[in-house]
């Protein structure tokens, strides 16, 4: 066999090209001829060493050249628990006014008819709130502004939607006086009730990771074309998950996962939940994990960061999956 | 060149087979972050996080650079999974005194890893000596592993057939380098 040719052969054989005919007859061949043998030996060394050669290159370019922005990245944890502590301030804020609204002396005297006139007054603002729904109320107060003798009740409102600035000077007085009337009854700053997240259930979810080999399996396991995913399966891997069913006070929607721990926000006992992978690169021992809710498949990121459910619309991938 | 806002997860597996290596630096710098996180969450440093993460982004690399590659991922998936599992590997290695040895088809069986590894920097050397289309003939073939009428298009080649016999002269003089090397030093010692 001429040297080009031989290196061809081995060549295809380090990358796995042969066929299962030629694989056997080379194999056979290295058995019968130790000078082929240490042939193949010296291509491999070589190779690796070109593959090293390449690794270095690269790994120096990154060494010299990248820059890690790290604290510049939006999407980190730090940024995650800034937000969270607005959210909670405006949360405290929400339930500080909702109180003293129901309190506020002010609201009550001027709207003796309604209680919830004072809700009214500042049904605009209240749109950003969540629970607030101000939709029944607004139209009202439209209707009540224009025909003015209509409704008996419509005394009060004359006096604060007539001129529109005085429904922000109603919020002010009415915080303002809670600070000053209400502060004895107050809570003190560490009695204030703060909600936090809490767990609901746990279970346990095994992901029977039939593509990786036990540890101590050897490759030859593998390399048997003919037995490949039997004796894989009795040497498989299991991945025990534990998944927790989790409710949060903003009712947050979304998952935390770390490969072997899965937090999940936001899903009921009513919905139907399932694991399954899709094997990125067996060689690698790569796969990614799906949620399955309710018939639909959500990839799950594992880097222990919050995120929110997003379902997978790769109508290839989805194939995979069922 | 693009722009910083034009990179994407397409545009990087078109730049990495183009073999623009700014790619190298989006996966790198876009997936600290995590990469981060995790490995100091896990008994590392800062400099296992720098190891690990440009090991992973070397692997992200090779691996689309095939050309039989398909994305199915998004590569920070892909990335962060090879991160962790590298990481994991190194943990249990430096765990265990006798580092197991791996179990891999390509794997030199004569010598100890560290005996092997200080072998293959001579083999780096030489490659060093090489001039620079072999040189990127040989990486394009051995670890990007594209196949010999893509390697042919971007080196301008005429054909695969052309690239084929220049790859092996490449081959051969590496190899004449290196074996001249071993029987010069066996001789000395």
């Known amino acids: 066999m001429e040297e080009q040719e031989k290196y061809a052969l081995f060549d295809r054989y380090l990358r796995g090209d042969l066929s299962q005919q030629e694989l056997d007859d080379f194999l056979e061949r290295l058995k019968e001829d130790p000078e082929l043998a240490a042939d193949l030996e010296m291509h491999k060394f070589l190779v690796e060493g070109i593959q090293e050669h390449r690794k270095e290159e690269l790994r120096t370019y990154m060494k010299e050249k990248a820059r890690v922005r790290f604290m510049g990245n939006p999407w980190t944890r730090n940024w995650t628990y800034a937000s969270a502590a607005v959210l909670l301030i405006f949360g405290v804020m929400y339930v500080v006014i909702d109180q003293n609204r129901k309190v506020d002396p002010v609201a009550v005297k001027d709207t003796p008819a309604e209680t919830s006139t004072g809700v009214d007054t500042t049904g605009e603002k209240s749109q950003d709130l969540p629970e607030e729904s101000s939709a029944e109320e607004t139209p009202q107060l439209a209707e009540q502004q224009d025909p003015v003798p209509v409704v008996p009740e419509t005394e009060p409102y004359e006096d604060t939607s007539g001129v529109v600035s005085d429904e922000h000077d109603v919020e002010h007085r009415t915080i303002t006086e809670l600070n000053q009337e209400n502060l004895a009854s107050m809570p003190k700053e560490d009695e204030l009730p703060v909600k936090s997240d809490t767990r609901i259930y746990d279970t346990l979810i095994t992901l029977n990771l039939a593509f990786i080999p036990a540890q101590g399996a050897k490759s030859g396991d593998f390399k048997d074309s003919s037995g490949v995913t039997k004796q894989a399966t009795t040497s498989n891997k299991d991945e025990k998950i534990t998944v927790q069913y989790w409710k949060s006070p903003i009712n947050y929607k979304g998952y935390r996962f770390d490969g072997r721990k899965l937090e999940l926000f936001g899903v009921g006992f009513s919905d139907e939940i399932s694991l399954s992978y899709l094997v990125l690169d067996p060689k690698l021992k790569v796969y990614r994990v799906y949620l399955k809710k309710n018939g639909q498949y959500f990839p799950l990121v594992d880097d222990h960061a919050y995120h929110p459910y997003k379902a997978e619309t790769d109508p290839d991938i989805l194939e995979k999956l069922k | ?189």
Request: glycine residues 4%; aromatic residues 10%; contains cysteine.
């Open chain 2, 1 to 189: 060149m693009l722009g910083r806002r034009e990179w994407n997860d397409a545009t990087i597996v078109e730049e990495i087979r183009k073999g623009n290596k700014e790619a190298l630096l989006h996966l790198y710098e876009g997936n600290y972050a995590p990469v981060r996180n995790y490995i100091l969450k896990n008994s590392g440093d800062n400099d296992d996080v720098e190891d690990i993460l440009q090991e992973a982004v070397i692997a992200v690399w090779q691996k689309v650079s095939h050309t039989e590659f398909e994305l199915t991922a998004k590569l920070s998936t892909f990335l962060f999974a090879v991160a962790k599992n590298l990481w994991l590997k190194a943990l249990s290695k430096s765990k265990r005194t006798e580092a197991m040895e791996e179990h891999h088809e390509n794997r030199a069986v004569s010598s100890s890893p560290a005996v092997h590894q200080r072998d293959l920097q001579i083999v780096v050397q030489y490659m060093d000596k090489l001039g620079e289309t072999c040189k990127r003939l040989l990486h394009l073939f051995y670890f990007e592993e594209q196949d010999m009428k893509e390697i042919a298009n971007r080196l301008n080649f005429a054909n695969a057939d052309t690239a084929k016999a220049k790859k092996y002269q490449c081959f051969k003089k590496l190899e004449q380098l290196v074996k001249a090397h071993f029987s010069k030093s066996d001789f000395i010692g």
